[in-house]
């Protein structure tokens, strides 16, 4: 199998605070890790793609300077929210593939819910 | 930017039903999936359709991939409560930056009563 380990599970912190979510690929090398965000009752939406050892691809809207990511190895990739805020409460889900080609799928992980009050 | 339209984006139907959930882009992909999703958990991936008018099974799930490969549909034949979920759909396409990327669809929260 190809699992995905995300931790923690849930975070509840007070605003200004900063959150590290780690993202882990159990039995694979994954090559490409991605970020997502959900908000209650919609979809998933990209938030960044890092492959590793190079700098992340934010989508449009995503502060990169607020959602720091780091891919430093073949099997975790950080995010890591920055002063956080009650608005960047959120199911975060990371993903890894184990390569860029368009055959390769991404597992997903269990998600980190972020709670900021 | 692709966009993907998923619908309904809900469904309520009694056990033993049949019922089709859509995806529809104006964008073509490389490939199309479809992903099933339980609270507070990441999506779990049912299928991956590759080639236009490709249809899979999955014992009672049908996913058909359109012909032109923007469209795909998902069909649940005599439903049980087990089914009850959050269906994704997802289509694959190059970012443009050196990878492959998801677009994922709304969902569609399906309620199968009893």
């Known amino acids: 199998g190809a699992v995905v380990s995300q931790h923690p599970s849930w975070v509840i912190c007070k605003s200004g605070t900063s959150v590290k979510i780690e993202c882990r690929s159990l039995d694979f090398q994954a090559t490409t890790m991605f970020w997502y965000r959900q908000f209650p009752k919609q979809s998933l939406m990209l938030m960044a793609t890092?492959?590793?050892?190079?700098?992340?691809?934010?989508e449009q809207g995503v502060e990169k300077d607020k959602f720091l990511i780091n891919h430093a190895s073949l099997t975790l990739s950080t995010l890591t929210v920055t002063s956080a805020h009650p608005e960047d409460s959120s199911f975060y889900i990371c993903?890894?593939?184990?390569?860029?080609?368009?055959?390769?799928?991404?597992?997903f992980g269990d998600g980190t819910r972020l709670s900021i009050l | 930017t692709q966009l993907l339209e998923q619908s309904p984006q809900f469904l309520s139907i009694q056990e033993g039903e049949n019922l089709t959930v859509y995806c529809n882009s104006s964008?073509?992909?490389?490939?199309l999936q479809w992903y099933r999703q339980e609270p507070g958990e990441g999506p779990v991936l049912l299928v991956t359709?590759?080639?236009?008018?490709e249809v899979k099974k999955l014992k009672r799930l049908t996913f058909q991939f359109g012909d032109a490969r923007k469209d795909s549909s998902l069909h649940i034949t005599a439903a049980q409560t087990g089914d009850t979920g959050l269906y994704l759909c997802a289509g694959v396409g190059y970012s443009g930056a050196g990878s492959y990327q998801l677009t994922f669809g709304k969902g569609t929260k399906l309620s199968v009563i009893p």
């Open positions: 359709v590759v080639t236009g008018g």
């Open positions: 890092s492959n590793e050892g190079s700098k992340a691809t934010y």
């Open positions: 964008s073509v992909f490389s490939s």
């Open positions: 993903s890894a593939s184990r390569g860029k080609v368009s055959n390769q799928p991404q597992h």
